[in-house]
Structure formats: C-alpha cells, structure tokens
C-alpha cells in the first residue's frame, strides 16, 4: 500500500559507501532539517541507470534551491555502488537496500520508478514507471503526487522550452504520448518504430528525435503532423540518445557493437561513427562545449 500524503516517512539505515568509507545514512537525520528525495533505481553499472544518476547529480542546484537533498537508494551492494559513483562521477550519496527493507516500506517494488525528469522551477518531477505503464508528477514542496497512464513501459521524457508540453516515450507500446503539462493529460499520441526509448527535441521543436532500440535506428517525428517522418538505420539495439550543445547533431550509441552514431539534424543522416574500446559499452554521450 502507497504511504498516504502528509503521513511520516518510514525511517531506515542503510550502508554507503563514500570516500571516508562504509557509513551509515539515517533518514531521520534530515527530519526537521532539510527535504529529502529518495531516488529508487534498478541497478548500478547499467546504461539507463547511469544516465539517470549522472542527469540528478548535474541538476543537484534545483534541489538545493528546495533546501532538498537526494539519496538514491538500489539493492546494489554499497561497494558496488561506491565503485559506479566513483567511475561516473556521481555526487549524491547511494545507499544499499540489500535486502528491499526498504523497497518494502515505501511500496515501489510494483512501479518500477525509472526516468526522471525535473520540472519548470525544480518543483515538480515526473517520473516514468515502467511496470504501471504510467507518468507520475510529483509536488517536490507538497509531496503531492498524480499519475497518469501513458502507455506500456514509458521511458524517457522530454519538456519544451515553454514548460507547457511534454512527450514521453512508450517502449512497448511503440508510440511517445504528447502530454499537456498543466492538465496534465495526453493530448496526442505518435506511433513509432519498434521500442523508442531516449527522445529530444530538435532545436526548433518542430520535431521529435529518437532512440529506436529494437528497430536498430533512430526516428524522426514530424510534431505538426504528429506523424514518425524518417528511420535513420544505425544497426545495433541503441538505448541513448543526446544533441549536441550547438544542437546540430544528435549522438546515438550501440552498446553491444561498442559504437557512437553521429547523426545530422538538418540531414537526417549518419554523417559520423566512432567506435569505441572493445567491451566499453557506450551509454550515455555527454557533449562537452
């Protein structure tokens, strides 16, 4: 059963393992203190996971602004977590739910939490649950939390400029949910190629672009049509997808054939592809100016 709002917050401890060593995080330090978000995610090492954790540790000023901090919280073991922070240069602390103590306690064995997108302010989060097949929008002052049914296993989102649309992808499904942020409701849906995960808008958001991972492409969607316009094949099962800063290409990597795809936005085109050490499993891209 899901904790009512305004209820107290289960307490727990658990291992972290940080650079002065294994230490313990006590949620009910923070009572009283400051806002916590406790972050659920499947595993470490794992290429959604990383992007996940790697996007909340760049973020991590808009939830100082809500006096907030985050803890992400996996059944990894705490060495295992303390080693991926380390690699990926994650910053908020990770703590080991070994044995889904805690998982239990806050019932979020059933959604399967998984992308997380911060909204206009950093006061609200939208979060993809894969296994309900649902978009839930969380009040980060409140608590206050609506869901809304998408579609089957959503993924990634993406929000325009103007805070008032958003999209999200629908990997079983095969289409990406066009949803009024204020409303909250779809208002539209895109049918796709096979399993888009990763999306962005294009800089002129005129269109959507997308990581097909089981059609081995990336896609292109026309946003007045609301129509996929073109599959740039890449080969391999692709799960990111990322523009560049100046917005003129979007990387797309395949992580079992160890290779990034570079695509032209204004050509719809592979124009590059790197490849990468054997083993290296590319995932995400992160363009540096």
Not at 116 to 135: C, E, F, I, K, Q
Request: overall charge positive; hydrophobic content about 35%.
């Amino acid at each position: 059963m899901a904790i009512p709002v305004g209820s107290k917050a289960p307490d727990f401890t658990l291992k972290s393992q940080q650079a002065s060593g294994l230490v313990d995080v006590k949620l009910s330090d923070h009572f009283g203190k400051k806002n916590t978000v406790l972050l659920f995610f499947p595993a470490a090492f794992t290429g959604v996971c990383t992007k996940e954790m790697c996007e909340i540790s760049a973020g991590l000023n808009g939830y100082s602004s809500l006096n907030a901090d985050v803890i992400g919280i996996s059944v990894d073991t705490p060495f295992s977590q303390g080693a991926w922070a380390k690699q990926e240069k994650i910053t908020i602390p990770l703590a080991s739910d070994l044995n889904k103590e805690v998982i239990r306690k806050y019932d979020v064995k059933g959604e399967a939490p998984h992308m997380v997108l911060l909204g206009p302010g950093g006061r609200m989060a939208y979060v993809s649950n894969t296994n309900t097949g649902t978009l839930a929008a969380v009040n980060l002052e409140t608590g206050e939390a609506r869901t809304l049914p998408t579609g089957a296993r959503p993924q990634g989102t993406v929000m325009s400029r103007d805070k008032k649309t958003m999209y999200a992808t629908n990997s079983e499904a095969n289409t990406i949910s066009k949803i009024d942020a204020g409303k909250f409701q779809v208002t539209g849906t895109i049918q796709t190629g096979k399993w888009p995960c990763r999306l962005a808008l294009t800089p002129d958001e005129k269109s959507l672009v997308y990581a097909l991972q089981n059609s081995e492409a990336v896609g292109f969607a026309d946003l007045g049509t609301m129509k996929e316009v073109k599959q740039v094949p890449l080969g391999g099962k692709l799960v990111s997808l990322t523009l560049s800063s100046d917005g003129r290409y979007a990387y797309s990597s395949a992580q079992e054939q160890d290779k990034i795809s570079v695509i032209s936005l204004a050509e719809r085109k592979v124009v590059r592809v790197i490849e990468t050490p054997k083993g290296s499993g590319p995932d995400p891209v992160i363009a540096l100016r």
